[in-house]
C-alpha cells in the first residue's frame, strides 16, 4: 500500500468510525483496540473492510480478540516488568489475529520489546502471515513457521540460547493440539500459558469405544448418549488439563473469554507458573481419573509428574 493509500484509508476510516459509532460500537465495553487505533492493521488482518466497515463476523473476531489481549494484560505486563523482551508463542496461529494484535499492543501500547512467534500446520495461512508481516512494516520482530505443536522445538527459534519462551497461547486449536500445545509450555516452563480448547474429541473417542462395554460404571449412562457424551467428555478433558497444569505447579483459572451468544467455544484457561510442582492437585488428579473409569487423555502421557 503506497503512502497517500493508506492516508486516504485512514480518513476514510476516520469519517466512518464517528464519535457515535464507536459508542455504539463498544457498548459501554473499555476495548483496548478500537477500529480507529489501528485500521490498516484491521484492514490486512481482513476485519476491516476497503470501506471501513466491519462485517458482523468480522466484529466478532475483533470482539473475541479484544476480549482475549483484556484477560492477557495484567500477565503479560507482569512478564514486561521482568523480562527485557518477551517471548510468545501463537501456537495453531492460523491468520493470526490475535499475534498482530498482541504486537500491535507491545508496540503502541506498553512500548516493551517482544519477540512473537506463530507456527500452524497449514502453511498457506503461514505464507499470507508472512506477507501481512512484511506489508505492515511492524517493529516488533515476528517470526512464522509451518509446523506442527508438537514437533515445534524453541531452541531452533529463540534468538540467544538463553531466550526462554515466556508464553504459550493457543487459540481454538483443534483437538489434542490444544494438549500439544500446553506440554509444550510445561517442558518449557513457560510462566504464562493460555489455551481456549476446541472440538475435544478424544475422550470422547474412549468413552464410545470402551466405556460403552463398561457394564457397572457409574458413567456408563452416560458414555451411551451420543451428545451428553460429547459435551460432558469436553468439560472432563477441559478438568483434566487443568490437573495437569495444577500438578505442574501451575495456577490455574477457567473463565469463558467472550459473550456467550459470540461462539460456542467459549473456554479459557489461563494457567500461571508459581513452581515445579503441587502434590495435592496431583493427587486430585489421580482421584479425578478414578472417578472417570481410568480413561486418560494424551497430555497425561506428554507430561507425566
Ligand atoms: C480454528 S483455527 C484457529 C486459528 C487461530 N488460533 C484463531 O483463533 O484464529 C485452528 C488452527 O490450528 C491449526 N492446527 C490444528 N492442529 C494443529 C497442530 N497439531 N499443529 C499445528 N497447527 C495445528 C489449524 O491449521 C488451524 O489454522
Not at 469436553?234 to 483459572?253: P, S
Not at 493427587?283 to 481419573?289: H, I, K, S
Amino acid at each position: 500500500m503506497t503512502q497517500r493509500t493508506a492516508e486516504d484509508f485512514i480518513s476514510k476510516v476516520n469519517s466512518h468510525w464517528s464519535s457515535d459509532r464507536l459508542k455504539k460500537f463498544t457498548a459501554g465495553h473499555k476495548y483496548l483496540l478500537l477500529p480507529t487505533s489501528a485500521p490498516l492493521l484491521l484492514k490486512t488482518l481482513g476485519i476491516m473492510n476497503n470501506d471501513a466497515t466491519i462485517s458482523a463476523d468480522a466484529m466478532r473476531k475483533f470482539i473475541q480478540v479484544n476480549h482475549l489481549i483484556a484477560q492477557f494484560r495484567p500477565f503479560l505486563e507482569d512478564l514486561n516488568e521482568r523480562q527485557k523482551i518477551v517471548n510468545i508463542l501463537d501456537a495453531g496461529c492460523g491468520s493470526s489475529v490475535l499475534s498482530f494484535v498482541l504486537a500491535w499492543c507491545y508496540e503502541n501500547m506498553w512500548k516493551h520489546p517482544s519477540y512473537m512467534v506463530g507456527i500452524d500446520s497449514n502453511v498457506k495461512l503461514i505464507e499470507k502471515n508472512i506477507k501481512n508481516f512484511n506489508d505492515l512494516k511492524i517493529k516488533g520482530e515476528m517470526n512464522f513457521a509451518q509446523s506442527a505443536i508438537s514437533d515445534f522445538d524453541w531452541k531452533t527459534f529463540s534468538k540467544d540460547e538463553k531466550g526462554r519462551l515466556h508464553a504459550v497461547i493457543a487459540l481454538h486449536a483443534c483437538d489434542t493440539a490444544t494438549d500439544d500445545a500446553i506440554s509444550l509450555g510445561i517442558r518449557e516452563k513457560a510462566d504464562f500459558i493460555a489455551v481456549a480448547p476446541c472440538c475435544q474429541a478424544e475422550l470422547a473417542s474412549y468413552w464410545k469405544k470402551d466405556g460403552t462395554a463398561m457394564k457397572d460404571h457409574a458413567l456408563t449412562p452416560l458414555f451411551h448418549n451420543p451428545h451428553l457424551r460429547r459435551e460432558m467428555a469436553a468439560h472432563t478433558t477441559d478438568m483434566i488439563r487443568v490437573l495437569v497444569l495444577r500438578g505442574h505447579g501451575y495456577e490455574v483459572t477457567t473463565t469463558e473469554f467472550t459473550m456467550s451468544h459470540a461462539t460456542p467455544k467459549n473456554t479459557l484457561i489461563l494457567a500461571v507458573r508459581r513452581g515445579n510442582y503441587h502434590k495435592e492437585s496431583q493427587r486430585e488428579l489421580d482421584e479425578f481419573l478414578k472417578w472417570n473409569g481410568g480413561f486418560e487423555i494424551s497430555l497425561n502421557k506428554k507430561v507425566p509428574f
